[in-house]
């Protein structure tokens, strides 16, 4: 009898430690562990092209030097309380010197600007799209991981294929992100984060 009661028990003891039980939310974490951050940033940076709301600079720099707010607004997204807000914008510009991985270009109106085609981070091209929100992501690193794969992709692929074409003396439309305060005084000296650069 002893024999068979610990035959049983034993027997027990092997079922009940193959069994894994797993929480729905475990299971779901691992589930969210497998999403394409990467496909989500290609798509994203399609959109961001496909949707063509980028304001033109000189439009978005006179709301500024108009103090013209509701534009202002309008034009921007903002994240948070902060004084400052991100912009899509678009501009045609004759390149005056390729210096590496930098173009010194004249926009629209005379306005010397700065294009930095290798030092893309941050978040000002996933905010300035305002395609893409904190609540969309369980946790603040998965929202900054899209920003990471966004810029990889401008700037490992897309920015580099249309630098092969271009030269100074070239005129070449922009689309961009920039970060502006609302409150912003020096209007001249701005430096674009580059999406998107076409030889015209």
């Avoid at 496909?39 to 600079?57: C, G, N, P, R, T």
């Avoid at 300035?128 to 692929?157: M, P, Q, Y």
């Avoid at 630098?163 to 689309?175: C, E, Q, R, S, Y």
């Amino acid at each position: 009898m002893k024999k068979i009661i610990i035959s049983s028990v034993l027997t027990v003891v092997a079922i009940y430690n193959s069994i894994y039980i797993e929480s729905l939310d475990d299971l779901k974490q691992k589930k969210d562990s497998n999403f394409d951050f990467a496909k989500y940033s290609q798509d994203l940076y399609q959109q961001i092209l496909a949707k063509s709301q980028a304001v033109e600079l000189s439009q978005l720099l006179s709301s500024f030097a108009e103090n013209d707010h509701a534009n202002i607004a309008k034009y921007g997204n903002r994240l948070g309380i902060g004084s400052s807000a991100y912009y899509l914008v678009k501009c045609q510009a004759k390149i005056l010197e390729v210096q590496g991985d930098r173009l010194k270009v004249l926009a629209s109106g005379n306005r010397p600007l700065e294009i930095d085609t290798k030092f893309i981070f941050g978040n000002a091209i996933r905010d300035a799209s305002g395609l893409v929100k904190l609540t969309d992501f369980k946790t603040t690193a998965e929202f900054n991981k899209i920003s990471e794969s966004l810029n990889t992709i401008i700037r490992e692929k897309a920015i580099p294929e249309e630098l092969k074409t271009i030269k100074a003396g070239d005129t070449i439309d922009i689309v961009g992100a920039v970060k502006l305060g609302e409150k912003q005084q020096d209007l001249l000296n701005l430096s674009v984060l580059p999406i998107k650069i076409s030889k015209i």
